[in-house]
């Protein structure tokens, strides 16, 4: 089995900075694609940004300019450093991962979630 541990979640004035930790443990082969996704209370979740094993990102607009994603290929580990936060970043944080269990077995995995709140 494969989980996902978030970290670095909290409350923050806006115009402030987090940084947000994903570490994936278990029975893993290599990891494809990583990603961070958000929601907010009554709206659906979204892509906040992904990366892929080589390096390759992607991100949701809104945040563009803002965030950076950023892994550890070596600690399985990927990144979210958000700057420049705004009250319309609050929600709850879901890391996401393709795992490759065995080079022919891959399955998605998401984290439990960690809180962000900002505050204007």
């Known amino acids: 089995q494969v989980q996902l541990v978030e970290s670095g979640g909290g409350l923050v004035q806006a115009g402030g900075s987090l940084r947000l930790s994903c570490v994936a443990s278990?029975?893993?082969?290599?990891?494809?694609?990583m990603g961070w996704y958000r929601q907010a209370p009554g709206k659906q979740r979204e892509l906040v940004a992904d990366i892929t094993y080589g390096g390759s990102t992607n991100y949701g607009d809104s945040v563009k300019g803002r965030f950076t994603i950023s892994r550890d290929n070596a600690k399985n580990t990927v990144y979210l450093q958000m700057n420049s936060l705004e009250p319309a970043d609050t929600a709850v944080y879901y890391c996401?991962?393709?795992?490759?269990?065995?080079?022919?077995?891959?399955?998605?995995?998401w984290g439990q979630g960690t809180q962000v709140t900002v505050s204007s």
């Open positions: 996401r991962a393709e795992v490759l269990r065995t080079p022919l077995i891959r399955n998605t995995y």
């Open positions: 278990g029975s893993i082969f290599s990891i494809n694609t």
